[in-house]
Protein backbone atom coordinates (compact mmCIF):
# COMPACT_ATOMS: atom_id res chain seq x y z
CA UNK A 1 0.00 0.00 0.00
CA UNK A 2 0.97 3.49 -0.14
CA UNK A 3 1.47 5.78 2.60
CA UNK A 4 -1.73 7.33 1.84
CA UNK A 5 -3.99 3.99 1.86
CA UNK A 6 -1.91 2.87 4.79
CA UNK A 7 -3.16 5.66 7.09
CA UNK A 8 -6.67 5.31 6.00
CA UNK A 9 -6.26 1.67 6.71
CA UNK A 10 -5.44 1.95 10.35
CA UNK A 11 -7.95 4.86 10.91
CA UNK A 12 -10.45 2.67 9.80
CA UNK A 13 -9.25 -0.42 11.17
CA UNK A 14 -9.18 -2.20 8.22
CA UNK A 15 -5.74 -3.97 7.32
CA UNK A 16 -5.93 -3.57 3.88
CA UNK A 17 -7.62 -1.25 1.65
CA UNK A 18 -7.67 -0.34 -2.40
CA UNK A 19 -8.72 2.89 -3.95
CA UNK A 20 -12.07 3.21 -4.95
CA UNK A 21 -12.82 1.87 -1.61
CA UNK A 22 -15.70 3.59 0.85
CA UNK A 23 -14.23 3.17 4.30
CA UNK A 24 -15.25 5.08 7.72
CA UNK A 25 -11.90 6.69 8.86
CA UNK A 26 -11.42 8.36 12.37
CA UNK A 27 -10.73 12.00 12.27
CA UNK A 28 -7.76 12.36 14.33
CA UNK A 29 -7.82 16.55 13.89
CA UNK A 30 -10.59 18.55 12.60
CA UNK A 31 -9.54 21.87 12.01
CA UNK A 32 -11.77 25.15 11.15
CA UNK A 33 -11.43 28.87 11.02
CA UNK A 34 -13.88 31.91 10.96
CA UNK A 35 -15.31 31.37 7.98
CA UNK A 36 -16.25 27.77 7.89
CA UNK A 37 -16.84 27.29 11.31
CA UNK A 38 -20.02 29.13 12.38
CA UNK A 39 -21.55 26.97 9.32
CA UNK A 40 -20.40 24.00 11.08
CA UNK A 41 -20.99 24.67 14.43
CA UNK A 42 -24.71 25.40 12.69
CA UNK A 43 -24.63 22.04 11.17
CA UNK A 44 -23.47 20.11 14.44
CA UNK A 45 -26.25 21.56 16.40
CA UNK A 46 -28.69 21.23 14.15
CA UNK A 47 -28.16 17.33 13.75
CA UNK A 48 -26.59 16.50 17.21
CA UNK A 49 -28.82 18.85 19.20
CA UNK A 50 -28.35 21.88 21.35
CA UNK A 51 -27.09 20.10 24.28
CA UNK A 52 -24.80 17.76 22.06
CA UNK A 53 -20.96 17.29 23.05
CA UNK A 54 -18.34 17.63 20.48
CA UNK A 55 -16.71 14.13 19.76
CA UNK A 56 -13.61 14.92 21.74
CA UNK A 57 -12.39 18.06 22.70
CA UNK A 58 -8.34 17.44 21.87
CA UNK A 59 -9.15 17.19 18.78
CA UNK A 60 -10.15 19.79 17.66
CA UNK A 61 -8.35 22.85 16.53
CA UNK A 62 -9.93 26.63 15.69
CA UNK A 63 -7.60 28.73 13.83
CA UNK A 64 -9.28 31.93 13.08
CA UNK A 65 -7.62 33.66 10.06
CA UNK A 66 -9.59 34.74 6.89
CA UNK A 67 -11.49 37.79 7.70
CA UNK A 68 -10.04 39.18 11.09
CA UNK A 69 -8.41 43.18 10.56
CA UNK A 70 -11.63 44.38 9.09
CA UNK A 71 -14.39 46.30 9.97
CA UNK A 72 -17.41 43.62 8.46
CA UNK A 73 -19.91 43.43 11.17
CA UNK A 74 -20.54 39.83 10.46
CA UNK A 75 -17.41 38.92 10.33
CA UNK A 76 -17.21 39.52 14.03
CA UNK A 77 -20.33 38.31 14.53
CA UNK A 78 -18.50 35.13 12.97
CA UNK A 79 -15.40 35.46 15.60
CA UNK A 80 -17.98 36.18 18.41
CA UNK A 81 -20.05 32.60 17.28
CA UNK A 82 -16.49 30.59 17.79
CA UNK A 83 -15.82 32.26 20.78
CA UNK A 84 -19.14 31.13 22.41
CA UNK A 85 -18.99 27.52 21.00
CA UNK A 86 -15.45 27.08 22.61
CA UNK A 87 -16.44 28.39 25.86
CA UNK A 88 -19.39 25.97 25.97
CA UNK A 89 -17.83 23.21 24.52
CA UNK A 90 -14.81 23.67 26.30
CA UNK A 91 -12.06 23.46 23.80
CA UNK A 92 -8.52 23.37 24.38
CA UNK A 93 -7.28 24.74 21.05
CA UNK A 94 -8.83 27.74 20.01
CA UNK A 95 -6.14 30.43 18.94
CA UNK A 96 -8.77 33.92 19.20
CA UNK A 97 -7.85 36.76 17.29
CA UNK A 98 -8.62 39.24 20.36
CA UNK A 99 -5.83 37.85 22.75
CA UNK A 100 -1.71 36.95 22.91
CA UNK A 101 -3.18 33.59 21.55
CA UNK A 102 -4.16 34.62 18.19
CA UNK A 103 -1.70 32.69 15.70
CA UNK A 104 -2.78 33.95 11.94
CA UNK A 105 -3.12 31.58 8.58
CA UNK A 106 -4.21 28.03 9.71
CA UNK A 107 -2.20 26.22 7.62
CA UNK A 108 0.71 27.80 8.58
CA UNK A 109 0.02 27.88 12.27
CA UNK A 110 -1.08 24.58 12.54
CA UNK A 111 2.18 22.62 12.55
CA UNK A 112 4.12 25.58 14.18
CA UNK A 113 1.71 24.32 17.19
CA UNK A 114 2.53 20.59 16.79
CA UNK A 115 -1.08 19.86 15.65
CA UNK A 116 0.62 17.78 12.65
CA UNK A 117 1.65 14.33 13.24
CA UNK A 118 2.77 11.75 10.57
CA UNK A 119 0.74 8.87 9.82
CA UNK A 120 -2.62 10.68 11.43
CA UNK A 121 -5.70 12.05 9.72
CA UNK A 122 -6.29 15.56 9.73
CA UNK A 123 -9.72 17.31 8.07
CA UNK A 124 -10.26 20.59 7.65
CA UNK A 125 -12.82 22.91 6.31
CA UNK A 126 -10.20 24.56 3.33
CA UNK A 127 -9.15 22.78 0.88
CA UNK A 128 -5.56 23.94 1.64
CA UNK A 129 -5.96 21.50 4.60
CA UNK A 130 -3.52 19.11 1.85
CA UNK A 131 -0.81 21.22 3.19
CA UNK A 132 -0.45 18.81 6.52
CA UNK A 133 0.56 16.02 4.10
CA UNK A 134 4.31 17.72 4.13
CA UNK A 135 4.32 16.17 7.25
CA UNK A 136 3.45 12.86 6.57
CA UNK A 137 -0.42 13.17 7.53
CA UNK A 138 -3.49 11.96 5.24
CA UNK A 139 -4.45 15.55 5.50
CA UNK A 140 -7.90 17.18 3.25
CA UNK A 141 -10.08 20.07 2.38
CA UNK A 142 -14.14 18.89 3.62
CA UNK A 143 -17.38 21.23 4.04
CA UNK A 144 -19.02 22.45 6.70
CA UNK A 145 -21.49 19.74 6.65
CA UNK A 146 -18.90 16.93 7.05
CA UNK A 147 -16.90 18.83 9.54
CA UNK A 148 -20.20 19.11 11.35
CA UNK A 149 -20.43 15.23 11.02
CA UNK A 150 -17.09 14.66 12.12
CA UNK A 151 -17.96 17.17 15.22
CA UNK A 152 -20.28 14.74 16.17
CA UNK A 153 -19.00 11.52 15.21
CA UNK A 154 -15.14 11.52 14.97
CA UNK A 155 -15.42 9.74 12.09
CA UNK A 156 -15.92 10.82 7.92
CA UNK A 157 -16.82 8.27 5.30
CA UNK A 158 -13.91 8.58 2.60
CA UNK A 159 -12.72 6.92 -0.78
CA UNK A 160 -9.98 5.79 -0.77
CA UNK A 161 -7.65 7.96 -3.74
CA UNK A 162 -5.57 6.16 -6.20
CA UNK A 163 -1.74 7.94 -5.92
CA UNK A 164 -0.47 10.02 -8.41
CA UNK A 165 3.53 9.59 -7.54
CA UNK A 166 5.66 12.79 -8.18
CA UNK A 167 9.57 11.68 -7.86
CA UNK A 168 12.21 14.45 -7.93
CA UNK A 169 15.19 14.67 -8.39
CA UNK A 170 18.35 16.52 -9.20
CA UNK A 171 19.66 19.43 -7.86
CA UNK A 172 17.82 22.27 -7.26
CA UNK A 173 19.35 25.09 -9.31
CA UNK A 174 19.63 28.99 -8.01
CA UNK A 175 16.75 30.91 -7.26
CA UNK A 176 14.18 28.03 -8.25
CA UNK A 177 12.43 27.31 -5.69
CA UNK A 178 9.23 24.74 -3.99
CA UNK A 179 6.72 27.25 -5.25
CA UNK A 180 8.51 26.33 -9.27
CA UNK A 181 8.43 22.97 -9.34
CA UNK A 182 4.22 22.95 -7.78
CA UNK A 183 3.63 25.32 -10.49
CA UNK A 184 5.81 23.23 -12.82
CA UNK A 185 3.61 20.09 -11.70
CA UNK A 186 0.24 21.99 -11.91
CA UNK A 187 1.10 22.85 -15.64
CA UNK A 188 1.87 20.18 -16.60
CA UNK A 189 -0.84 17.97 -15.20
CA UNK A 190 -2.93 20.52 -15.49
CA UNK A 191 -6.06 22.14 -13.40
CA UNK A 192 -7.86 18.65 -13.08
CA UNK A 193 -4.96 16.70 -13.82
CA UNK A 194 -4.72 14.80 -10.31
CA UNK A 195 -8.87 14.60 -9.74
CA UNK A 196 -9.91 12.75 -6.37
CA UNK A 197 -6.34 11.22 -6.46
CA UNK A 198 -3.32 11.33 -3.84
CA UNK A 199 -0.13 13.43 -5.17
CA UNK A 200 2.62 11.70 -3.40
CA UNK A 201 6.14 13.52 -3.83
CA UNK A 202 9.68 11.93 -3.36
CA UNK A 203 13.21 11.87 -4.63
CA UNK A 204 16.48 13.57 -3.34
CA UNK A 205 15.01 17.22 -4.21
CA UNK A 206 12.20 16.75 -2.60
CA UNK A 207 14.69 15.19 0.62
CA UNK A 208 16.29 18.18 0.50
CA UNK A 209 13.58 20.75 0.40
CA UNK A 210 13.04 22.16 4.73
CA UNK A 211 9.36 21.43 6.18
CA UNK A 212 8.28 24.83 5.08
CA UNK A 213 9.13 24.29 1.54
CA UNK A 214 7.46 20.98 1.22
CA UNK A 215 4.36 22.65 2.58
CA UNK A 216 4.47 24.83 -0.47
CA UNK A 217 4.30 21.92 -2.41
CA UNK A 218 1.50 19.97 -0.59
CA UNK A 219 -0.35 23.33 -0.23
CA UNK A 220 -0.95 23.29 -4.11
CA UNK A 221 -2.28 20.04 -4.46
CA UNK A 222 -5.65 20.96 -4.65
CA UNK A 223 -4.93 23.32 -7.54
CA UNK A 224 -4.34 20.02 -9.39
CA UNK A 225 -7.75 18.74 -8.13
CA UNK A 226 -5.97 15.91 -5.82
CA UNK A 227 -7.25 15.23 -2.54
CA UNK A 228 -4.40 15.26 -0.41
CA UNK A 229 -0.73 15.75 -1.39
CA UNK A 230 2.06 13.96 0.84
CA UNK A 231 5.61 13.56 1.58
CA UNK A 232 6.97 10.61 3.34
CA UNK A 233 8.58 11.58 6.42
CA UNK A 234 12.27 11.60 7.47
CA UNK A 235 14.82 12.44 10.09
CA UNK A 236 13.53 16.29 9.23
CA UNK A 237 10.30 15.63 9.80
CA UNK A 238 10.55 13.54 13.56
CA UNK A 239 12.50 16.35 14.65
CA UNK A 240 10.58 19.19 13.43
CA UNK A 241 7.42 17.61 14.91
CA UNK A 242 8.98 16.15 18.07
CA UNK A 243 10.03 19.94 18.94
CA UNK A 244 6.87 21.16 18.69
CA UNK A 245 4.71 18.28 20.25
CA UNK A 246 4.59 15.51 23.54
CA UNK A 247 2.14 13.69 21.72
CA UNK A 248 3.46 10.59 20.73
CA UNK A 249 2.70 9.08 16.71
CA UNK A 250 3.33 6.72 14.91
CA UNK A 251 5.07 7.00 11.21
CA UNK A 252 4.06 5.05 8.09
CA UNK A 253 5.85 4.89 4.82
CA UNK A 254 5.00 3.38 1.44
CA UNK A 255 5.62 0.06 1.09
CA UNK A 256 8.41 -0.46 -1.60
CA UNK A 257 6.66 -1.15 -5.15
CA UNK A 258 3.42 -0.04 -3.82
CA UNK A 259 0.92 0.25 -6.87
CA UNK A 260 0.78 3.82 -8.38
CA UNK A 261 -2.22 5.03 -10.81
CA UNK A 262 0.99 6.77 -12.72
CA UNK A 263 4.07 8.10 -11.95
CA UNK A 264 5.52 11.37 -13.34
CA UNK A 265 10.00 12.37 -13.04
CA UNK A 266 11.16 15.38 -12.59
CA UNK A 267 14.79 16.05 -12.90
CA UNK A 268 14.67 20.05 -10.92
CA UNK A 269 18.28 20.51 -11.92
CA UNK A 270 16.44 21.34 -15.40
CA UNK A 271 13.49 23.59 -14.14
CA UNK A 272 13.40 27.37 -14.63
CA UNK A 273 11.44 29.98 -12.78
CA UNK A 274 7.93 30.05 -13.99
CA UNK A 275 4.68 31.99 -13.30
CA UNK A 276 1.09 30.84 -13.47
CA UNK A 277 -0.85 33.39 -16.04
CA UNK A 278 -4.32 34.37 -15.23
CA UNK A 279 -6.88 33.23 -14.98
CA UNK A 280 -6.10 29.74 -14.19
CA UNK A 281 -3.18 28.16 -11.88
CA UNK A 282 -1.98 25.53 -14.49
CA UNK A 283 -1.88 28.44 -17.01
CA UNK A 284 2.27 28.15 -16.68
CA UNK A 285 5.35 30.18 -18.52
CA UNK A 286 8.62 30.83 -18.10
CA UNK A 287 8.90 33.84 -15.77
CA UNK A 288 11.09 35.25 -18.73
CA UNK A 289 8.66 34.73 -21.03
CA UNK A 290 6.57 37.25 -19.23
CA UNK A 291 8.89 39.93 -19.19
CA UNK A 292 6.77 42.04 -21.29
CA UNK A 293 4.13 42.13 -18.44
CA UNK A 294 3.83 45.44 -16.18
CA UNK A 295 3.29 45.23 -12.83
CA UNK A 296 1.07 46.93 -10.20
CA UNK A 297 1.34 45.44 -7.33
CA UNK A 298 3.37 42.45 -5.74
CA UNK A 299 1.88 40.24 -2.98
CA UNK A 300 3.63 38.07 -0.67
CA UNK A 301 1.48 36.53 1.91
CA UNK A 302 -0.70 33.46 2.54
CA UNK A 303 -0.05 30.17 3.42
CA UNK A 304 1.50 29.14 -0.01
CA UNK A 305 3.96 32.02 0.29
CA UNK A 306 3.79 33.75 3.40
CA UNK A 307 6.28 31.85 5.59
CA UNK A 308 9.30 32.37 7.00
CA UNK A 309 11.19 31.18 3.87
CA UNK A 310 9.55 32.79 1.46
CA UNK A 311 10.50 35.86 3.00
CA UNK A 312 13.83 35.22 3.05
CA UNK A 313 13.50 34.21 -0.46
CA UNK A 314 12.03 37.70 -1.15
CA UNK A 315 14.46 39.82 1.05
CA UNK A 316 17.66 38.22 -0.69
CA UNK A 317 16.83 39.84 -3.63
CA UNK A 318 15.83 43.08 -1.91
CA UNK A 319 18.36 43.45 -0.21
CA UNK A 320 20.08 47.29 -0.96
CA UNK A 321 17.23 47.72 -3.38
CA UNK A 322 14.21 49.77 -3.74
CA UNK A 323 10.73 48.46 -4.85
CA UNK A 324 9.46 50.35 -8.11
CA UNK A 325 5.96 49.29 -7.25
CA UNK A 326 3.26 48.91 -4.86
CA UNK A 327 4.29 45.98 -2.56
CA UNK A 328 2.35 44.31 -0.03
CA UNK A 329 3.84 41.56 2.82
CA UNK A 330 1.68 40.05 5.08
CA UNK A 331 3.37 37.37 7.03
CA UNK A 332 1.44 34.30 7.69
CA UNK A 333 1.51 34.19 11.38
CA UNK A 334 3.01 35.79 14.55
CA UNK A 335 5.81 33.35 14.25
CA UNK A 336 6.30 34.35 10.88
CA UNK A 337 6.02 38.29 11.97
CA UNK A 338 8.24 37.89 14.72
CA UNK A 339 10.83 36.12 12.59
CA UNK A 340 10.90 38.82 10.06
CA UNK A 341 12.92 41.00 13.30
CA UNK A 342 14.48 37.80 14.32
CA UNK A 343 16.32 36.74 10.69
CA UNK A 344 18.68 38.10 9.62
CA UNK A 345 21.19 38.42 6.59
CA UNK A 346 24.46 40.31 6.59
CA UNK A 347 23.29 42.03 10.11
CA UNK A 348 20.10 43.43 8.94
CA UNK A 349 16.62 42.05 9.92
CA UNK A 350 14.48 41.06 7.15
CA UNK A 351 11.84 43.61 7.89
CA UNK A 352 14.60 46.26 7.73
CA UNK A 353 15.62 45.24 4.56
CA UNK A 354 11.94 45.29 3.43
CA UNK A 355 11.80 48.62 4.89
CA UNK A 356 14.51 49.84 3.18
CA UNK A 357 13.44 48.59 -0.07
CA UNK A 358 10.14 50.83 0.69
CA UNK A 359 7.65 48.32 1.00
CA UNK A 360 4.00 48.92 2.13
CA UNK A 361 3.56 48.88 5.90
CA UNK A 362 3.96 45.18 6.96
CA UNK A 363 0.37 43.82 7.23
CA UNK A 364 -0.24 41.44 10.56
CA UNK A 365 -0.81 37.75 10.00
CA UNK A 366 -4.16 36.33 8.19
CA UNK A 367 -5.04 35.81 4.43
CA UNK A 368 -5.85 39.23 4.38
CA UNK A 369 -6.27 39.97 -0.26
CA UNK A 370 -5.21 36.38 -0.85
CA UNK A 371 -8.98 35.30 -1.59
CA UNK A 372 -10.22 39.24 -1.49
CA UNK A 373 -12.75 39.31 1.61
CA UNK A 374 -14.51 42.05 2.79
CA UNK A 375 -14.44 45.53 0.81
CA UNK A 376 -11.92 46.50 3.54
CA UNK A 377 -8.74 43.84 3.49
CA UNK A 378 -5.61 44.88 3.27
CA UNK A 379 -4.40 44.92 -0.13
CA UNK A 380 -7.67 43.58 -1.66
CA UNK A 381 -7.60 44.26 -5.65
CA UNK A 382 -10.33 47.04 -6.66
CA UNK A 383 -9.60 47.99 -10.18
CA UNK A 384 -7.65 46.80 -12.99
CA UNK A 385 -4.41 45.91 -11.30
CA UNK A 386 -2.18 43.32 -12.65
CA UNK A 387 -0.69 41.33 -9.30
CA UNK A 388 2.16 39.19 -9.27
CA UNK A 389 1.66 37.05 -6.01
CA UNK A 390 3.45 34.34 -3.96
CA UNK A 391 -0.70 33.11 -3.52
CA UNK A 392 -2.39 29.51 -5.20
CA UNK A 393 -4.87 30.84 -6.94
CA UNK A 394 -5.12 33.34 -10.26
CA UNK A 395 -8.84 32.99 -10.72
CA UNK A 396 -11.10 35.97 -12.04
CA UNK A 397 -11.72 38.01 -9.02
CA UNK A 398 -9.57 35.84 -6.54
CA UNK A 399 -7.99 39.15 -4.78
CA UNK A 400 -11.22 40.94 -4.82
CA UNK A 401 -11.82 42.55 -8.63
CA UNK A 402 -12.97 40.80 -11.10
CA UNK A 403 -10.61 43.02 -13.62
CA UNK A 404 -7.26 42.46 -12.31
CA UNK A 405 -4.87 39.82 -13.62
CA UNK A 406 -3.04 37.90 -10.96
CA UNK A 407 0.14 36.18 -12.11
CA UNK A 408 1.38 33.56 -8.97
CA UNK A 409 5.04 33.32 -8.92
CA UNK A 410 7.52 31.80 -5.84
CA UNK A 411 9.00 34.58 -3.55
CA UNK A 412 11.98 35.32 -5.39
CA UNK A 413 10.08 36.26 -8.85
CA UNK A 414 7.96 37.95 -6.77
CA UNK A 415 10.30 40.30 -5.60
CA UNK A 416 12.36 40.51 -8.36
CA UNK A 417 9.20 41.76 -10.51
CA UNK A 418 8.81 44.10 -7.74
CA UNK A 419 12.01 45.77 -7.88
CA UNK A 420 11.64 45.92 -11.84
CA UNK A 421 7.59 46.92 -12.19
CA UNK A 422 7.43 43.70 -14.85
CA UNK A 423 7.47 40.10 -14.63
CA UNK A 424 11.22 39.45 -13.83
CA UNK A 425 12.95 36.15 -13.58
CA UNK A 426 14.94 36.71 -10.30
CA UNK A 427 18.22 35.02 -12.38
CA UNK A 428 18.11 38.42 -14.30
CA UNK A 429 18.81 40.66 -11.71
CA UNK A 430 20.36 38.40 -8.89
CA UNK B 1 -32.67 17.23 -1.42
CA UNK B 2 -35.13 17.67 -3.73
CA UNK B 3 -36.82 14.32 -4.44
CA UNK B 4 -38.62 14.84 -7.91
CA UNK B 5 -37.02 12.41 -10.50
CA UNK B 6 -37.95 15.89 -13.09
CA UNK B 7 -36.33 18.55 -13.28
CA UNK B 8 -37.75 21.01 -15.89
CA UNK B 9 -36.96 24.50 -17.24
CA UNK B 10 -34.45 27.10 -18.73
CA UNK B 11 -30.99 26.03 -18.82
CA UNK B 12 -27.94 28.40 -17.45
CA UNK B 13 -24.85 27.29 -19.71
CA UNK B 14 -21.31 27.83 -18.26
CA UNK B 15 -17.91 26.67 -19.69
CA UNK B 16 -15.23 24.76 -18.41
CA UNK B 17 -13.07 25.31 -14.51
CA UNK B 18 -15.91 27.01 -13.05
CA UNK B 19 -14.21 27.64 -10.06
CA UNK B 20 -15.70 28.33 -6.48
CA UNK B 21 -14.75 32.51 -6.62
CA UNK B 22 -16.87 32.95 -9.17
CA UNK B 23 -19.92 30.22 -7.30
CA UNK B 24 -19.74 32.73 -4.68
CA UNK B 25 -16.96 35.34 -4.25
CA UNK B 26 -15.06 35.69 -0.92
CA UNK B 27 -16.70 38.94 -0.13
CA UNK B 28 -20.21 37.17 0.63
CA UNK B 29 -18.48 33.76 3.49
CA UNK B 30 -19.22 36.19 5.94
CA UNK B 31 -22.78 34.96 5.58
CA UNK B 32 -23.34 31.73 7.85
CA UNK B 33 -25.67 29.42 5.54
CA UNK B 34 -27.22 27.38 8.90
CA UNK B 35 -28.86 31.09 9.59
CA UNK B 36 -31.54 31.11 7.27
CA UNK B 37 -31.86 34.76 6.47
CA UNK B 38 -28.12 34.42 5.44
CA UNK B 39 -28.81 31.14 3.47
CA UNK B 40 -31.37 33.42 1.44
CA UNK B 41 -28.66 35.83 0.96
CA UNK B 42 -26.54 33.43 -0.59
CA UNK B 43 -28.51 32.31 -2.99
CA UNK B 44 -28.82 35.77 -4.27
CA UNK B 45 -25.29 36.06 -4.87
CA UNK B 46 -24.76 33.03 -6.42
CA UNK B 47 -22.37 32.93 -9.43
CA UNK B 48 -22.44 36.52 -8.53
CA UNK B 49 -18.34 36.46 -9.31
CA UNK B 50 -18.92 35.79 -13.17
CA UNK B 51 -17.77 38.68 -15.48
CA UNK B 52 -20.19 40.70 -16.72
CA UNK B 53 -20.63 39.34 -20.07
CA UNK B 54 -22.84 36.49 -18.62
CA UNK B 55 -26.64 37.18 -17.70
CA UNK B 56 -27.18 37.74 -13.90
CA UNK B 57 -27.95 34.07 -12.58
CA UNK B 58 -30.22 34.56 -9.29
CA UNK B 59 -32.56 37.33 -11.64
CA UNK B 60 -35.56 36.48 -10.28
CA UNK B 61 -37.13 39.95 -8.34
CA UNK B 62 -36.76 37.81 -4.95
CA UNK B 63 -33.14 37.05 -5.59
CA UNK B 64 -33.70 33.29 -6.55
CA UNK B 65 -33.19 32.36 -10.45
CA UNK B 66 -35.15 31.38 -13.30
CA UNK B 67 -32.52 28.67 -13.86
CA UNK B 68 -33.12 25.36 -12.52
CA UNK B 69 -30.63 23.41 -14.21
CA UNK B 70 -26.87 24.68 -14.39
CA UNK B 71 -24.27 23.34 -17.65
CA UNK B 72 -20.73 23.47 -17.09
CA UNK B 73 -17.91 21.65 -18.54
CA UNK B 74 -14.93 20.10 -16.73
CA UNK B 75 -13.54 20.44 -13.47
CA UNK B 76 -16.86 22.12 -12.62
CA UNK B 77 -16.69 23.64 -9.23
CA UNK B 78 -12.29 23.96 -8.33
CA UNK B 79 -11.15 25.89 -6.26
CA UNK B 80 -12.41 26.47 -2.11
CA UNK B 81 -13.78 23.74 -0.13
CA UNK B 82 -16.87 26.70 0.45
CA UNK B 83 -19.94 24.26 0.88
CA UNK B 84 -21.16 28.02 0.12
CA UNK B 85 -21.04 27.18 -3.43
CA UNK B 86 -23.10 24.26 -3.28
CA UNK B 87 -25.47 25.66 -1.14
CA UNK B 88 -25.57 29.46 -3.31
CA UNK B 89 -26.85 27.66 -6.26
CA UNK B 90 -29.08 25.80 -3.98
CA UNK B 91 -30.93 28.40 -2.31
CA UNK B 92 -31.28 29.94 -5.31
CA UNK B 93 -33.46 27.68 -6.12
CA UNK B 94 -31.76 25.38 -9.04
CA UNK B 95 -32.08 21.78 -8.72
CA UNK B 96 -28.91 20.29 -10.86
CA UNK B 97 -25.64 20.46 -12.45
CA UNK B 98 -24.71 18.70 -15.24
CA UNK B 99 -21.00 18.74 -15.85
CA UNK B 100 -18.27 16.87 -17.93
CA UNK B 101 -16.52 16.50 -14.42
CA UNK B 102 -16.35 18.13 -10.75
CA UNK B 103 -14.12 18.76 -8.73
CA UNK B 104 -13.91 16.75 -5.76
CA UNK B 105 -15.17 18.97 -2.79
CA UNK B 106 -17.76 20.66 -4.53
CA UNK B 107 -18.75 17.14 -5.66
CA UNK B 108 -18.69 16.20 -2.15
CA UNK B 109 -20.08 18.84 -0.89
CA UNK B 110 -23.25 18.80 -2.79
CA UNK B 111 -23.89 15.43 -2.25
CA UNK B 112 -23.41 15.78 1.83
CA UNK B 113 -25.42 18.51 1.84
CA UNK B 114 -28.00 17.94 -0.33
CA UNK B 115 -28.66 20.90 -2.04
CA UNK B 116 -27.93 20.14 -5.87
CA UNK B 117 -27.56 16.77 -8.19
CA UNK B 118 -24.19 16.90 -9.40
CA UNK B 119 -24.99 15.11 -12.54
CA UNK B 120 -22.05 13.79 -15.08
CA UNK B 121 -23.01 14.42 -18.82
CA UNK B 122 -21.39 11.70 -20.89
CA UNK B 123 -20.67 14.30 -24.07
CA UNK B 124 -19.44 17.96 -23.55
CA UNK B 125 -22.88 20.02 -23.41
CA UNK B 126 -21.69 23.57 -23.43
CA UNK B 127 -21.72 24.20 -26.92
CA UNK B 128 -24.93 22.06 -27.46
CA UNK B 129 -26.97 24.37 -24.96
CA UNK B 130 -27.48 28.29 -24.48
CA UNK B 131 -28.41 30.04 -21.61
CA UNK B 132 -32.27 30.08 -21.91
CA UNK B 133 -32.81 26.43 -23.88
CA UNK B 134 -35.84 24.91 -22.27
CA UNK B 135 -34.65 21.21 -20.92
CA UNK B 136 -35.48 17.81 -18.43
CA UNK B 137 -33.64 15.87 -16.59
CA UNK B 138 -34.63 12.63 -15.92
CA UNK B 139 -33.24 10.67 -13.08
CA UNK B 140 -34.64 7.22 -13.97
CA UNK B 141 -33.67 7.60 -17.26
CA UNK B 142 -30.41 9.38 -16.74
CA UNK B 143 -30.94 11.84 -19.38
CA UNK B 144 -30.83 15.46 -20.10
CA UNK B 145 -33.25 16.58 -22.95
CA UNK B 146 -33.38 19.79 -24.79
CA UNK B 147 -37.19 20.37 -25.67
CA UNK B 148 -36.92 22.47 -28.26
CA UNK B 149 -36.27 19.48 -30.82
CA UNK B 150 -36.18 16.55 -28.34
CA UNK B 151 -32.57 15.85 -28.40
CA UNK B 152 -31.36 13.43 -25.57
CA UNK B 153 -28.37 13.84 -23.89
CA UNK B 154 -27.23 10.65 -21.77
CA UNK B 155 -26.00 11.26 -18.31
CA UNK B 156 -23.42 9.31 -16.07
CA UNK B 157 -25.12 6.70 -13.47
CA UNK B 158 -24.74 8.40 -10.01
CA UNK B 159 -22.41 5.69 -9.02
CA UNK B 160 -21.05 4.86 -5.37
CA UNK B 161 -23.12 8.02 -3.72
CA UNK B 162 -26.12 6.83 -5.13
CA UNK B 163 -26.91 5.90 -1.25
CA UNK B 164 -26.07 8.76 -0.02
CA UNK B 165 -28.35 10.52 -2.87
CA UNK B 166 -30.84 9.17 -2.45
CA UNK B 167 -31.10 9.16 1.52
CA UNK B 168 -31.00 12.97 1.33
CA UNK B 169 -27.51 13.68 2.37
CA UNK B 170 -24.34 12.83 4.72
CA UNK B 171 -26.84 13.07 8.09
CA UNK B 172 -30.04 11.44 6.41
CA UNK B 173 -27.85 8.48 5.02
CA UNK B 174 -25.83 7.75 8.00
CA UNK B 175 -29.07 7.62 10.24
CA UNK B 176 -30.37 5.16 7.66
CA UNK B 177 -27.42 2.88 7.93
CA UNK B 178 -26.99 3.38 12.24
CA UNK B 179 -24.19 5.38 11.72
CA UNK B 180 -26.00 7.92 14.29
CA UNK B 181 -28.82 7.82 16.07
CA UNK B 182 -32.30 8.51 14.18
Known amino acids: MTITEKILARESGASLVSPGDNIWVNAGILLTHDVCGPGTIGIFQREFGNDAKVFDPEKIVILPDHYIFTADEKAHRNVDILRAFVKEQGLPYFYDPGTERYCGVCHVAL ?36 AGFIMGTGKLLVKVPPTLRFVLDGEMPAYVSAKDLI ?26 LSIEE ?30 RTAKS ?31 LPDNKALARACRDVKVDQVYIGSCTGGKLEDFVMAARIMKGRKVAVRTLLVPATRVVEQGLVDTTIDGQSLRQIFEAAGVEPIAPPSCAACLGGPIDTFGRTHGHEVVVSTTNRNFIGRMGSKDSQIYL ?22 | MPKDTLIRGPVYVLEDNIDTDLLIPACYLNLVPTIPEEYRKLGSYALAGLPDSFPKFA ?35 A ?85 IKK
Not at chain 1, 184 to 195: C, F, L, S
Not at chain 1, 214 to 221: E, G, L, V, W
Not at chain 1, 250 to 279: C, F, I, K, N
Open chain 1, 111 to 146: PELGHVRPGETIFGTDSHTCTHGALGAFSTGIGNTD
Open chain 1, 183 to 208: LHIIGDIGVDGATYCAMEFAGTAIDA
Open chain 1, 214 to 243: RCTICNMAVEAGAKNGIIAPDAQTLAYVKA
Open chain 1, 249 to 279: FEPLYSDPGAQVQAEYRYDVATLEPVVARPH
Open chain 1, 409 to 430: ASPYTAAASALTGHITDPRDIA
Open chain 2, 59 to 93: SNPDGTTPFPIVIGGRNFGCGSSREHAPIALGAAG
Open chain 2, 95 to 179: KAVVAESYARIFFRNSVATGEIFPLESQTRLCEAFKTGDEAEIDMTSNTLTRLADGAVFPLKPIGAVAPVIAAGGMFAYAREIGM
